[in-house]
């Protein structure tokens, strides 16, 4: 490429039809919001600047942009009203005169690829002309702009549904409503262009006719797979768009050497890596930017987001997780709730009905049953007991319990934060730890047991035996020669 070059990215529009607070843009695909996919693929095609109109929920879609990419060369324009196509480029032009060519796209189409912007350019510099435009065989055109060829095949125009003629809507090649243009050439049509159309809008889609009338060729490139040109307008549009790239994503992994068991039930967006050899159980969700390392498993029905595990860690059915982490061939579940700044170390295990958060725990740790951890550290080769609970909140602030390596913890221990138990130290079942222990001693606090003889015979027996004769005498009493 010659000169600098930007991509405009359209991202005014309302979307009423989603019926919806929330800007159309930003509703989530795969876990990104939807114009985050085409800034992504702006970015990868190279281009010097990127420049997003906006309009409708203007400030929300840049400050979520802004968060998402907050060194990446983007800018924003505002299309104060939403008067069309054409008029939301004007607002972006501004802000590219630095730069030879631009690219055009929709904020709402999820599955654009950056090879396609490439390929559009390659395209652009094949046909040696000032535009490009992406179309595409539609099967069913209805609400697309119809690309209009004269008798040598050249592009004339493109005339939308609403101003097609009965001829017209019998096209079936259509505008992809992608675009590259010399940005003189397309500056000087747009401020050619005016709202004498069905709908009043200044359609982006005029520039065609006024480049091809003005001498200049109009190149096309023809979309091998549509769905990257597929627009969301409706929620039903999205979850059907949101199916077919999860399918492809489910694919490209299976491709890439990891196992879904039952694959149409798993959800793996758009953010997340999964290493070869993993397996993947049914009804998983892989969610965020969550990393599964080389010979991992996620067993059936984990929730699993922004987390990381490390090659050959273990979830067991029906972990719920985020941030946390997994050292190497630890393991969690089934039915355990890792909570954000969980840290598991190497081969530690923590199992059934345990919550951590903002726990780690050392290598070869143990915390099989029934446990809370919060705001501790725990050594390597640790054994917590069934029912042990840091109390790490006195109703104010957050305390931290540490506990050194090779401590046994008996069953039902509180440990009641802040604390520190040192290295080997052993800690009686039921004991409430509200001092620190010291390395290698033994703590115990326990109500010393008492026993009073004959306790049944004196206390429990009569009264078992008064509420049988109780039940006795107000039993209905059976009526004789009834049915039986
Ligand atoms: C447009 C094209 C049509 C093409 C189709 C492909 C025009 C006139 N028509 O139609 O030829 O087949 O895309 O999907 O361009 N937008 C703004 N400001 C506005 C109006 C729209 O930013 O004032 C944005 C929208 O947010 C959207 C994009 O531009 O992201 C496309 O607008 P939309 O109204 O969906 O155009 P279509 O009718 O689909
Ligand atoms: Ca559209």
Redesign the pocket.
């Known amino acids: 490429m010659s000169g600098k070059t930007a991509a405009i990215i359209l991202a005014a529009g309302k979307g009423t039809r989603m019926r919806s607070a929330l800007p159309k843009v930003l509703h989530p695909v795969l876990g990104r919001p939807m114009v985050a996919a085409v800034v992504d693929a702006a970015l990868d095609a190279g281009f010097e600047k990127t420049v997003v109109v906006v309009g409708s929920g203007a400030e929300e879609v840049e400050t979520a942009l802004t968060e998402l990419y907050p060194e990446a060369p983007l800018a924003f324009a505002l299309q104060v009203a939403q008067r069309g196509t054409g008029d939301a480029v004007k607002a972006a032009l501004p802000a590219t005169t630095d730069c030879e060519q631009v690219a055009i796209v ?1 904020g ?1 189409t999820p599955a654009l690829c950056s090879a396609t912007l490439r390929a559009l350019f390659a395209r652009k510099i094949e046909a040696d002309a000032p535009l490009c435009v992406a179309t595409f065989e539609a099967p069913d055109p209805t609400g697309y702009g119809r690309i209009v060829r004269d008798g040598g095949g050249r592009v004339e125009r493109i005339v939308e549904q609403a101003d097609a003629s009965p001829a017209e809507r019998q096209i079936r090649e259509v505008n992809a409503g992608i675009y590259l243009a010399d940005r003189a050439a397309l500056a000087d049509a747009l401020a050619r262009v005016d709202a004498r159309n069905a709908q009043g809008e200044i359609y982006l889609t005029d520039v065609v006719a006024l480049v091809a009338a003005g001498g200049g060729a109009v190149a096309t490139l023809r979309l091998a797979d549509p769905v990257e040109a597929a ?1 969301i ?1 409706t929620r039903a549009q999205l979850a059907a768009l949101e199916q077919e790239l999860l399918a492809r994503r489910r694919r490209a992994l299976m491709d890439a050497g990891v196992t879904l068991v039952d694959p149409g039930s798993v959800r793996v967006e758009a953010g997340v890596e999964v290493g070869e050899d993993a397996i993947i159980g049914p009804n998983v969700q892989l969610l965020g930017h969550t990393r599964v390392g080389r010979g991992a498993r996620v067993d059936q029905g984990c929730v699993v987001t922004d987390c990381v595990l490390e090659d050959g860690a273990h979830l067991l059915p029906y972990v719920v997780a985020t941030e946390a982490v997994l050292r190497a061939g630890a393991t969690a579940g089934p039915f355990t709730h890792l909570r954000p700044e969980t840290d598991l170390g190497p081969k530690a295990k923590v199992g059934n009905f345990v919550e951590t958060k903002k726990a780690v725990l050392g290598r070869g740790t143990k915390a099989s049953h029934l446990s809370y951890l919060g705001d501790c550290e725990l050594g390597e080769d640790v054994n917590v007991g069934a029912g042990t609970i840091t109390c790490n909140y006195d109703g104010v602030a957050k305390h931290r319990t540490v506990v050194g390596d090779g401590v046994f913890i008996g069953s039902d221990t509180q440990l009641v934060a802040p604390v520190t138990v040192g290295d080997h130290a052993t800690i009686g079942a039921g004991t409430t730890v509200t001092r620190d222990v010291s390395p290698g001693a033994l703590a115990l606090s326990r109500a010393p047991q008492r026993e009073v003889e004959g306790y049944y015979e004196k206390r429990r027996k009569p009264r078992e035996d008064e509420k049988r004769r109780r039940m006795v005498e107000t039993a209905p009493v059976p009526k004789t020669g009834g049915k039986r």
């Open positions: 929709c709402d627009g307008n």
